[in-house]
């Protein structure tokens, strides 16, 4: 259990590094469990948010596994490209 508990931080600590690599103005909440093994993550830039749903299994994976990181980018630019246009509307 405890096992577990040092990978989803682990994957959550990797998402947070991945946001602010990509703008380190985003502000980011990440819920302490998921709702239905899922996480409804915020991101802010300013007075924009956005959010995204990331599954439990997304998250203890996107340490060590290149597709999911693909993946979670894919939805990373998705969700920062729309806070940017939000942003400038």
Request: charged share 25%; aromatic share 2%; hydrophobic share 45%.
């Amino acid at each position: 259990m405890n096992e577990m508990i040092d990978e989803m931080e682990e994957g959550k600590r990797m998402l947070l590094e991945m946001v602010k690599s990509m703008d380190a103005t985003v502000q980011v909440v990440i819920p302490v469990a998921p709702s239905n093994s899922r996480f409804l993550i915020a991101l802010t830039k300013g007075l924009n948010r956005q959010f995204i749903t990331l599954s439990e299994d997304d998250i203890l994976d996107l340490p060590a596994d290149a597709k999911v990181r693909a993946n979670v980018t894919k939805v990373l630019n998705e969700a920062m490209t729309a806070l940017e246009t939000r942003q400038s509307g």
